[in-house]
């Protein structure tokens, strides 16, 4: 039943992060249920205002203090931190996207499991990128997205893995351009670049001019299939390889080989799904979005991608666990 009824939950986060209440609470600090009804203009009556908040305040988002019309809410801890929209460590921005596109096309997984096609704008016919990147506004908050699925990610993979060796990095598909950011600040000996469609180069390079960093930071327009790739020491893919079948996936692990000097590492920093299939319920259910998604993307083992990695020609690989579901799996040359 919890899990049946679990889109209720996610529903009253989301929707949270859609109306900003928590960017809202952040520069207010606390409100009562009225401030907050007057504030996003809810027609609801009182009572249902206390059942939202209170729930958001035994999910843990909020706190409070008082009781119904005594009530003062505020942030709670983490909130604050991560879902403040005006803070530069938010990570709302894939809620934003869940609220907006996947809830709705969610709603088809029979169909797409009976069919094996994507549920999202492709059944109106329009492609899924073309769709994201049809718009300034569609555009900015799929990047915004992905940059926040990765943060953590990106931040615990730069700690982690031994850059001593290397003097450079290309990040395909680099989106916001947050991995060569996070790389480049904790690692002074590398050049970074951030590889991706020309329609996103502008918003990598403003972050990249907000973390002051262009001289180690650039961008690189391409299409990561029509393309060859830049060279570099280190290629990285962040939740790439999973949107494609086998035979693409091979294809890109390829690229990324030829781009490599001997010794050089190709990564995949993804929700690795674990060989027995039994604990990463996170990836296999990102792979079930992959069919909503694509269709043809799925999410994979490390066996698979060792398997993949032998056909692209790299010689030896190993797994390095991440934040939470997620891992980097690497491939040397």
């Known amino acids: 039943m919890q899990i049946g009824t679990g889109f209720w939950a996610s529903k009253i986060l989301l929707s949270a ?7 809202i609470l952040a ?13 996003l203009g809810f027609k609801c009556s009182d009572r249902h205002v206390y059942d939202y908040l209170d729930a ?8 409070r203090e008082g009781l119904l019309e005594s009530a003062v809410y505020s942030n709670g801890r983490d909130t604050d931190v991560f879902l403040d929209k005006k803070k530069p460590t938010y990570i709302g921005g894939l809620l934003e996207m869940l609220n907006r596109r996947l809830y709705q096309f969610w709603g088809s997984l029979e169909e797409g499991l009976r069919t094996g096609k994507p ?6 016919g329009v492609n899924m ?14 990047i915004s997205a992905m940059g926040g699925i990765q943060m953590g ?28 950011i996070f790389a480049a600040q904790r690692h002074p ?20 001019a907000h973390f002051n960093i262009s001289d180690k930071v650039s961008t690189a327009p391409g299409d990561f299939f029509k393309d060859d790739l830049p060279k570099a020491d280190v290629v990285v893919m962040g939740n790439i390889l999973h949107d494609w079948d086998e035979e693409k996936k091979v294809i890109l692990m ?30 296999m259910i990102m792979s079930l979005n992959m069919l909503i998604e694509t269709g043809d993307g799925f999410d994979y083992t490390f066996d698979d991608f060792n398997i993949w990695a032998k056909k692209a020609g790299f010689s030896k690989t190993e797994l390095i666990p991440l934040m939470g579901p997620s891992s980097a799996a690497v491939a040397y040359k």
């Not at 520069?27 to 504030?39: L, N, Q, R, T």
């Not at 549920?119 to 109106?124: G, L, V």
């Not at 050049?191 to 972050?207: G, H, M, Q, R, Y």
């Open 17 to 23: 992060v859609q109306f900003e209440l928590f960017t």
């Open 56 to 63: 958001l305040a035994g999910f843990g988002f909020l706190t």
């Open 129 to 142: 990128f073309e769709a994201l990147y049809s718009s300034p506004e569609a555009l900015r908050e799929f």
């Open 189 to 208: 000996q590398l050049k970074c670049t951030s590889f991706d469609l020309a329609a996103v180069e502008p918003i990598a390079k403003e972050n990249i």
């Open 27 to 39: 520069s207010k600090g606390k409100m009562s249920a009225a401030e907050v009804k007057s504030e």
């Open 254 to 283: 390829t690229k990324a080989y030829e781009a490599l000097p001997k010794g050089g590492a190709f990564v995949a920093i993804e929700s690795v799904i674990d060989n027995e299939r039994k604990k990463n319920l996170f990836g």
């Open 153 to 180: 990610n990106f931040k615990a993979f730069v700690e982690k893995f031994d850059f001593s060796k290397y003097h450079s990095l290309l990040d395909v598909g680099g989106a916001g351009g947050f991995l060569s």
């Open 119 to 124: 549920q999202n704008e492709a059944k109106s």
